[in-house]
């Protein structure tokens, strides 16, 4: 195991509803991530967080909604989602987002589908 | 625009066999060259990186070669093995971060199937 966990591991969910995603990591780590994966496309950087603040935001939809009350847990909020939101959402911790060699530590990811 | 290419998007080896898997970049802000291994049902993990001013390095079967001129670099799995049959990404980080911006990019995956 990498030290990152996720929950659920798989969720079902339609349009109109409002569902959050969980992420723990056990490794001490300053930053967190959300990442996309869609089949056939790189994955996508949806939100930074370092020490808890938000760092960066790569213009994803209002839909998504990060937060991080503390350096070890972050979630990702859903409301209104559009079918084409339906992918694997990953989770993902670092020790520090400013030293760019640092190794980012990968959940197993959140199955989501939207109908 | 898609900042770093790779390909195939899928290779078949015979269990043995020498896999090899290419990605290209355009940008020569890029610094820091990762790979990450995907198995089934599990996150990305790194597997082994590179830094531009070095042309190969060498972990166990696996080997990343990087040319610089050509803005090209290449992952080659040697004596391919059942249990590497997976999805393996390719990545570049840009050199300085900046706040607000996104400093690492992904390739588009390839899935290796490695046959007994």
């Known amino acids: 195991e990498t030290g990152v966990t996720q929950t659920p591991r798989h969720l079902v969910m339609g349009m109109t509803n409002k569902k959050s995603l969980k992420c723990e990591q056990h490794?001490?780590?300053?930053?967190m991530y959300w990442y996309k994966q869609s089949a056939k496309k790189p994955l996508e950087l949806m939100f930074v967080y370092s020490l808890e603040e938000r760092v960066e935001n790569n213009s994803v939809p209002s839909r998504f909604s990060p937060e991080c009350p503390n350096s070890s847990h972050l979630f990702l909020h859903l409301h209104t989602l559009q079918p084409e939101d339906s992918a694997l959402y990953l989770c993902?911790?670092?020790?520090?987002?400013?030293?760019?060699?640092?190794?980012?530590?990968f959940g197993p990811g959140t199955r989501l589908t939207v109908l | 625009q898609q900042q770093v290419k790779q390909s195939p998007q899928s290779l078949i080896v015979q269990k043995g066999g020498i896999s090899i898997i290419n990605c290209a970049y355009e940008n020569t802000a890029f610094d820091y060259f990762p790979w990450y291994q995907q198995f089934p049902g599990k996150g990305p993990a790194l597997l082994i990186a590179i830094r531009p001013d070095v042309s190969e390095k060498k972990e166990g079967r696996f080997t990343i070669s990087f040319n610089k001129s050509a803005k090209q670099f290449s992952l080659h799995i040697m004596d391919s093995q059942p249990g590497d049959s997976a999805t393996y990404f390719c990545a570049a980080i840009l050199k300085t971060y900046q706040t607000g911006a996104n400093n690492l990019f992904f390739g588009t995956g390839t899935r290796l199937t490695v046959i007994p």
């Open positions: 993902a911790s670092s020790q520090d987002p400013g030293d760019y060699t640092n190794e980012q530590f």
């Open positions: 490794l001490g780590h300053n930053a």
